[in-house]
């Protein structure tokens, strides 16, 4: 199970952390991954982290302004978003990978509920 939290509202330049609590046994080929969906677009790819933290991806658009991490005694992967901008805001999701790593979001097999970020200009 995937539990987000920490969207919001925001003003442009602004940061935020969002907060993905996994529960669950996980493994070492895990892959946890940020999504985003805005209205009229479809899920897209954000970031991700491998289990033991030593690999990471990001979209193109993000690079430099988020962070992915995790903390796996805690059992939560965070993203960092700083600088935010209006074209941010959308609704992100956690998403879990038992496949390895991907950025299609039909590899990724358990989904949290989603958290709302809206950027203002």
């Known amino acids: 199970q995937l539990v987000e939290s920490g969207g919001g509202l925001v003003e442009a330049g602004g940061s935020l952390r969002l907060s993905c609590g996994v529960s669950?046994?996980?493994?070492?080929?895990?892959?946890e991954a940020w999504f985003r969906q805005a209205p009229g677009r479809e899920r897209e790819f954000v970031a991700g982290?491998?289990?033991?933290?030593?690999?990471?991806k990001y979209a193109n658009s993000v690079k430099g302004r988020f962070t992915i991490s995790r903390d796996n005694a805690k059992s939560t992967v965070y993203l960092q978003m700083n600088n935010l901008k209006p074209e941010d805001t959308a609704v992100y999701y956690c998403?879990?990978?038992?496949?390895?790593?991907?950025?299609?979001?039909?590899?990724?097999?358990?989904w949290g509920q989603g958290t709302q970020v809206t950027v203002s200009s």
């Open positions: 998403a879990l990978s038992v496949t390895g790593w991907s950025m299609d979001r039909e590899a990724y097999d358990y």
């Open positions: 669950g046994r996980t493994f070492s080929n895990n892959i």
């Open positions: 982290i491998s289990w033991s933290g030593s690999s990471t």
